[in-house]
Every structure is written in C-alpha cells, then in structure tokens.
C-alpha cells in the first residue's frame, strides 16, 4: 500500500507539469496577397528572317547570251531587263510567220471570191454543185493554215519576248550565275539559274516550335521578334499544317513591314503568346504547395493557416493563376507554406523583398 503522504506529493506536482508542457510551436511563414490580374504563357524560341519573294530566274529560250546588265548587290524594278539573249534566229521565225500570213491572206480573199461566184452560177444551173462544194473546202483548208500562221507568228513574239531576261520584282540580285557567250537551254536537264532576286521590302520570320507546343499555335497570335539591338512586335500569319519529318517540329511565319531593318538570313529570337487569360486570381507560384490530396494554398487568418484546395492554371515568371475559395486582398503562407498543415499555428514575419505576381503582405 502506498503511503498517503507521497500520494498526496504526486497530485500536487501535477497542475505544475503540466504548466511546464511547450505548447505547439509557430511555424515562420512570409505573407503575400492574393491578386486579380491579368497573365500571359509565352515560350521563346529560335527564328530566322526570310524574303516573301526569292524568285530564281532561269531562261525560257535555247540561246547565246549576248549581254549582263546587272551584278550581285544591284537594285532592280520589276520588268527590268538583267540580260539578253541572240534574238537573231527569234526575228527571223517572227518575219516568216508574217509572210505566211500575208499569203494564206491574199489567197483566202481570192479563194471566198470564187466560192461567191460559184454559189451564183449553182443557183442559175449553171455550175454543178461539185464545183461549189470543191470551192467551199478550199476556203476552210486556207483558213485553217492561216490560223496555224498566225499561232507560228505568237509562238515567235513569246520567243522573241523571252530573249530579254527581266526581273518579275523589286528587290535586289542576290546572285549571278551567268556570263556573256554562256549558252543556256531551257530543254537541259542542268538548266542553271541565271540570277536570284531577294525582295528586301517583304519580310517575314519563320519560327521554329518544338513538337510539344504544336496544337497550341494558331494564326493571329502575338510574337515579340528580338535581334541586333532591334525588337518588332508582329503577328503569326501562316501555319505549316504537318511537323517537319526531321526535326518534329512545326513551322510558323510571321510577316514584317519594311521598317524592321532586318536582312533575309538573320537569326532572330521570338517570345510567343500561347495563351492570356485576364482579371484571373494570382499568386506567387510559391505559394502553391503540393499535398495529397491535390494543391493547395495556405490562407492565413488568426494566427492559423488554413488549406484551401486550388486548381493552379497558367505561370508567368513567379506567379502562377489559381482558381479556388480566395479572394482578393486575402493574405496566404509564402516562404514556410511547405512545412504547413490545416489548422497550423503561424507567425507571419517579414519578407526580404517582394513577389512578382501575388502581393507580399505587411
């Protein structure tokens, strides 16, 4: 049996034990505020500059060339001859298809007179019909052999025409690959370019996305375009609608004015907008912390931190949109927001500086 006296000892130590126990200790948290907002997602990749008219200039006709007007760097207007070819043989062609013609002319005039007086004599009985029928093929057999001259004759000018190489644009040569005394022949399987055009006015940018972000493209989205010093806003105006087989990825382009001063070749980097949602919740992507149950952010609300579930949508730089039970002006767990529970005694201390994205709270 134990003593009455150490009993009586060991209730009255009690109330003091228990008076000693630590109660459960604050966590240090930093704050930050829950904002409505507008946020972009925007990707950057590579890019270069390219001419909308690179048109490369081969012969259209068997011939010597006999002049070169213009060399690589030259500018050039559209219908500006850049060479000529020996249009000798060409003239002649022309000159024996106007003969032809003059004289299946001459003998279709005689010819229709004679059908004239035929049918007349027919109708007096004084002429078989024969001859009548005889006069009549002979008219449309002329006719027909006038119409294959004047087809020679328009055969002969298009020859003729295309002895002066012109340029179709305005631009500049970009390169030169023809000398006086080449001959050059259409009908060759080597048939070589004569000369390259760039149109320097007409830019646009082809851009380069990787494979995972192909479904997120679409005409009309903004680009940023940065390079040499320069940066120029523009629009996505063409989408390539397969994936390049070699590298998985899908081509873009963006047109430019003539004011970008950029040169075709040039590399560029680009800063997409895939997507912008606007007056959404934002946070700083910190404050977001993973649990079982699914993400959450601590709201902080008499000295307690409180999870409230969140459905996290797009980032942007350190903040991150949510959509769950906040408000705005709500003060949320940042810094120490991973060592949390539901229903955590907090201290809320001083930031070092402040969030992008939500606000820090005081």
């Known amino acids: 049996m134990k003593s009455p006296i150490l009993l009586l000892m060991g209730l009255a130590l009690c109330p003091a034990l228990a008076a000693a126990a630590p109660a459960t200790a604050a966590t240090p948290v930093t704050a930050a505020v829950v904002q409505r907002g507008d946020i972009e997602q925007t990707t950057r990749v590579q890019g270069v500059i390219e001419s909308a008219n690179t048109p490369h200039l081969h012969a259209k006709v068997a011939a010597e060339v006999v002049a070169v007007a213009v060399d690589e760097g030259d500018a050039v207007r559209k219908d500006q001859v850049l060479a000529r070819l020996d249009d000798e043989a060409f003239r002649l062609d022309r000159q024996a298809a106007q003969a032809a013609i003059r004289r299946l002319q001459a003998l279709l005039d005689n010819q229709r007179r004679t059908l004239r007086r035929d049918e007349a004599l027919v109708r007096k009985k004084l002429l078989p019909d024969a001859r009548r029928d005889a006069a009549a093929a002979a008219v449309r057999q002329t006719e027909a052999q006038l119409a294959e001259a004047r087809a020679r004759l328009a055969q002969a000018e298009y020859r003729l025409a295309h002895t002066r190489i012109r340029a179709p644009i305005d631009g500049r040569v970009q390169q030169r690959a023809v000398s006086v ?150 003060r949320i767990a940042l810094d120490g927001a991973a060592f949390l529970a539901d229903g955590a005694p907090v201290t809320v201390r001083a930031a070092p500086e402040a969030e992008q994205g939500g606000g820090e709270g005081p």
């Not at 087989?245 to 004011?259: F, H, N, Q, T």
């Open 181 to 330: 005394g080449d001959y050059v022949n259409p009908m060759s399987p080597a048939n070589p370019v004569l000369f390259t055009l760039v149109d320097t006015r007409h830019l646009r940018a082809r851009l380069y996305f990787p494979e995972r972000l192909a479904h997120a493209l679409r005409t009309g989205q903004p680009v940023t375009l940065h390079g040499e010093g320069r940066t120029v806003t523009a629009r996505i105006t063409r989408l390539r609608p397969m994936l390049d087989p070699a590298s998985r990825g899908r081509e873009a382009v963006a047109d430019l004015d003539d004011r970008s001063g950029w040169l075709p070749g040039q590399s560029i980097t680009a800063e997409v907008v895939l997507a912008r949602h606007q007056g959404v919740l934002l946070v700083p992507a910190r404050a977001v912390v993973e649990r079982r149950g699914g993400p959450v952010v601590y709201r902080l609300r008499d000295g307690h931190a409180e999870a409230v579930p969140v459905t996290p949508g797009l980032r942007q730089g350190g903040r991150r949109e949510v959509r769950g039970k906040l408000q705005p002006g709500e």
